[in-house]
């Protein structure tokens, strides 16, 4: 009997999981981006350096880059890469290395964009009641690294969940590279 509900509440859970990966989304669902508390660096993180603006660019130029899911085309001077990390209270070993390695990628190849303020990251607790909107915002089913394109009116054009993080945890060198390339992939539609 327990191997039977066991085996009903996995298949059901991957059901759902491959439904909300593979369910069409469409371009006009672009949702803004609130400020919350989560936003305000706690003095239990180690902010990244940020700057309050962006240095305007003399040509804005409209790119699309079709790797990236739910995009609209965006206006260089406009946008900004967030790289948020969440989790929820219980924290394992995985989830916290998950977090550390995500951070050292980003401080690690993109020192000068986070100087300027052009790639944000940020760590976020879902279970906190100002936080629950990102479950639902990004279609949240366990600890997670996404990437978001928001432009400067605090509108978000596209994201995408690092789901294969979770897979190249155990080796260092090829989780950097993930992060790295995947948030290349969102600078170059931010710029």
Not at 28 to 52: C, F, Y
Not at 71 to 81: C, P
Not at 97 to 111: C, D, G, N, P
Request: with cysteine.
């Amino acid at each position: 009997m327990i191997k039977t509900l066991l085996f009903v509440f996995v298949f059901v859970s991957f059901a759902v999981l491959i439904y909300k990966e593979f369910s069409p989304r469409s371009e006009g669902n672009a949702t803004d981006v609130p400020v919350t508390k989560a936003d305000i660096p706690s003095v239990s993180e180690k902010p990244l350096p940020t700057a309050e603006s962006q240095t305007a660019r003399e040509t804005s130029k409209t790119k699309k880059d079709e790797s990236l899911p739910h995009q609209v085309a965006v206006t260089s001077q406009e946008a900004k890469v967030i790289v948020y990390y969440f989790h929820g209270m219980a924290r394992c070993t995985t989830c916290k290395t998950i977090e550390k390695y995500s951070r050292e990628a980003v401080e690690h190849y993109f020192q000068n964009e986070l100087k300027n303020g052009k790639l944000v990251f940020r760590t976020i607790n879902v279970e906190e009641a100002e936080n629950h909107h990102y479950i639902q915002d990004y279609q949240l089913f366990s600890k997670s690294l996404v990437i978001s394109l928001v432009k400067q009116d605090k509108k978000e054009v596209t994201w995408k969940n690092l789901a294969d993080v979770w897979k190249l945890v155990g080796d260092k060198d090829k989780f950097f590279q993930y992060v790295k390339d995947e948030v290349e992939k969102f600078l170059k539609q931010a710029s």
